[in-house]
């Protein structure tokens, strides 16, 4: 018998191809496969072509780097009690460097104070080979390319979800806390803790600067095994705006960080930890 015809005005819909991190992700058994699988993707043509044109012209003050101009996988160890999650890389920062927010303001920023509560072995991060160590914490994206202007656009910001989803999944065993810079980060952190197994409220909680939010573990009060809570903090982001206005502060994200470090296990309270500056 002969097949059906589609009747005119009724084509059969093209079936949508998965794009590389929803393909990629999920079959990660590990961070440092997810890292290296991060960097080779080439899922949204605008971020490719921009990060490669910018690790191509450089800037004049870098002419002499070689730049990574790559997507920018995550940093810190696989038992991060500890998850600080930004919102992309910078185009002379991490695109250059290889590394999440090294070599640029937003970073010497968060690095510093990483290092006055005791969750980094330097104070100032430069390149891949600087000796940097986090201690028990982790810092990610929900976008990994550098983006024109830093504007992710919301497709770039789901394109890039699976990454994300992946990356928490993988950290559920030891994870404990979230520090989440900046308004784009916080939306995008919702979508990927659901996909990752976490209870998150309806509606989303709006975000502000110090919010602290306890999730239930995933499965939910009930679950057992020793499944603890996750904590969810808000932080205004690093950004040179935020830091030369002095919306944000070094002693207001110490604050936040060492509040963090405290939910997950880290110490620190609510004062700052043995490298605190005065």
């Not at 990660?28 to 991060?38: H, I």
């Not at 919010?211 to 057992?224: D, E, K, N, S, Y």
């Not at 502060?249 to 604050?255: G, H, I, S």
Request: charged share 20%.
């Amino acid at each position: 018998m002969a097949g059906h015809e589609p009747k005119a005005g009724h084509e059969p819909m093209a079936r949508r191809e998965p794009a590389e991190p929803e393909r990629t992700a999920p079959a990660a058994p590990d961070l440092s496969a997810l890292d290296r699988r991060v960097s080779e993707c080439r899922a949204c043509p605008r971020l490719v072509l921009w990060r490669e044109e910018v690790a191509r012209t450089r800037r004049a003050a870098y002419a002499d780097w070689e730049y990574w101009g790559r997507p920018v996988p995550g940093f810190g160890p696989a038992d991060a009690a500890m998850l600080i999650i930004g919102l992309a890389p910078a185009a002379h920062g991490g695109n250059r460097t290889g590394r999440m927010f090294t070599g640029d303001r937003s970073g010497d920023v968060l690095f510093r104070a990483l290092y006055d509560v005791g969750l980094a072995t330097r104070p100032v991060a430069t390149h891949g080979g600087d000796g940097m160590r986090l201690r028990a914490v982790r810092m990610t994206a929900p976008v990994h390319c550098a983006p024109p202007d830093n504007r992710p656009t919301p497709a770039e910001r789901d394109t890039c979800r699976p990454w994300l989803v992946r990356e928490l999944r993988l950290l559920r065993p030891t994870v404990r806390a979230v520090v989440v810079l900046g308004g784009f980060g916080w939306q995008a952190t919702w979508p990927a803790l659901a996909a990752a197994g976490w209870p998150t409220p309806r509606p989303r909680p709006a975000f502000a600067h110090g919010t602290h939010l306890a999730l239930p573990p995933p499965g939910g009060p009930a679950a057992g095994g020793g499944a603890r809570e996750l904590h969810l903090f808000g932080c205004y982001h690093v950004s040179q705006r935020n830091t030369a206005t002095g919306r944000l502060t070094p002693a207001m994200l110490r604050d936040v960080l060492a509040r963090a470090a405290d939910a997950a296990g880290l110490g620190g309270g609510s004062s700052v930890g043995p490298h605190a500056a005065g």
